[in-house]
Each structure stands twice: as structure tokens, then as C-alpha cells.
């Protein structure tokens, strides 16, 4: 689903220059749920938004579903991240005027499904995460668990191959981690290609392997002894 060959990215601050990945290579086959780790700062967000196509290398390969991505102008690289991915975030970054339903509705709109299918769409994504009832409410009218769900039926609207997320449960309590980490095993037990990036080791446990970033490259890639998130409650 994924294969990347010795991608480099640096970042240019001023007149100096910062190497934050020094050479990557790993592949991800379609199902697998993935945990990206590594203290602040080792480049898991800079990996993770050049696999979302939200930046690019400066060298390497990226193959996502067997196409090359690479040099894509901005419609096509939109088309396809729309097509591909989905994103959840540790901010949850929802639209704070529109409601939970029409949160989860707004790629369908980017993809021209109609407002009727948009909306029947949307809905059964909210079912999905257990949110009908908060359908109605503006994302300041939920608890942050519920925001994030209503981030991941967001993600989940476009029906991509696979979800990419960044810290998702950095914000939330332990509990409420948990429920969403219930959330995405569930959703990787249908079978969709998952990567969450975080620095907690409880969570990163709850996936099936462990990629560990430092100063840049790959030190360490394990399969992991799934726990089930809702194992100990
Ligand atoms: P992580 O997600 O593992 O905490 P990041 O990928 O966000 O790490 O950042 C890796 C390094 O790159 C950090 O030193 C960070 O300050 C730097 N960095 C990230 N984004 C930028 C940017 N847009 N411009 C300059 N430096 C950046
Ligand atoms: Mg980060």
C-alpha cells in the first residue's frame, strides 16, 4: 500500500539548514495498523504529512497503491489525497461553525457527492462512531472523545484506503484515549490500512507494529502483541 525508499526532507531556517529525515525506507501493506514513534522533534509529523502528500521529500520515493508520487501538481495531488487519505489530528481540527453532521459531510461535498447522498453518508458515518444523537451539535458541544470521533467519521466519509494519524488521542485522558483507540482497531479489523503516529507506549501497544524514529532514521521496526484497547475496562 505504501513504499518509501531513502526519503530525505530538510527543512531551511534562515541561512542553516535542519536534516530531519536522513534516509527512510519502510512499507506498508494494506491492513496493517502501524504506531510511528520517537521523542519530539524526531520527525514523525514531518514523515507522516509527506505520506498525507501535505509536503513532499526533497529526495527518495514514495509509491502509494503502486502510483509514484512524485512532482503531482496540486489538482492531481489534491484528487488523489482525497481519494487515499484520511486524517485525524490531535487538535481534532473540525470546523467550529458547522455542525458534527456537516463536519463529516464536507469531503463528500469536495468530492461532488450531492447534498441528499452527502448528508445519508454522513449520517452513517456518526452511527458508526456512536454520534446520531450529537448530529445536530457545533464541535464546541462536545467533550473532545467526541470531537474526535466525529474527526475520524470525517476521515472515514471519503472512504480512503488509509487513515493517517497524528497524536490522536494527545489530547484526550486516558479513558477517553482508550475508546478511541477502540474506535480505530475496529476500523483496522475491517481490514483499512492505519498509521498513527504517537509517543505514548500504552497506545503504540495497541497497534500491531512499532516503527521507532531517531535523529532521522528507522532504529527500530517490530511486530507488536496487539492489546485491545478496551481489554483492561
Ligand atoms: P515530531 O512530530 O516527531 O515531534 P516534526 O516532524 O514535527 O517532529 O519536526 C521535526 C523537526 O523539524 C523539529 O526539529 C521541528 O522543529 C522541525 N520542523 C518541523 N516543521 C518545520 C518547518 N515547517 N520549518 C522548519 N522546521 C520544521
Ligand atoms: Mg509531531
Known sequence: MIEIKDLHKSYS?????????????????????????????????????????????????????????????EKIAARYRNKFLGF????????SYKSALDNVALPLYYQ???RKERIDIAMSYLEKVGLTKWAS???????????????????????????????????LDTKTSYEVMDLIQGINDEGR???????????AQMTKRIVNLKDGLIIDDTPVNQIRALSNV
Open 88 to 95: 485525524i489530528f490531535q487538535s481534532f481540527n473540525l470546523i
Open 137 to 171: 451539535h457545533l464541535p464546541n458541544e462536545l467533550s473532545g472523545g467526541q470531537k474526535q470521533r466525529v474527526a475520524i467519521a470525517r476521515a472515514l466519509a471519503s472512504n480512503p484506503k488509509v487513515l493517517l494519524a497524528d497524536e490522536p488521542t494527545g489530547a
Open 193 to 203: 490500512t492505519i498509521l498513527v503516529v504517537t509517543h505514548e507506549h500504552d497506545i
Open 13 to 73: 531556517i534562515g541561512s542553516n539548514s535542519l536534516h530531519v529525515l536522513k534516509g527512510i525506507n519502510f512499507s506498508v501493506a494494506e491492513g496493517e495498523l502501524v504506531s510511528i514513534m520517537g521523542s519530539s522533534g524526531s520527525g514523525k509529523s514531518t514523515l507522516l504529512n509527506i505520506l498525507g502528500m501535505l509536503d513532499e521529500a526533497d529526495s527518495g520515493s514514495y509509491t502509494l497503491d503502486g502510483l509514484p508520487i512524485k512532482n503531482l501538481n
Open 112 to 114: 461532488g457527492v450531492n
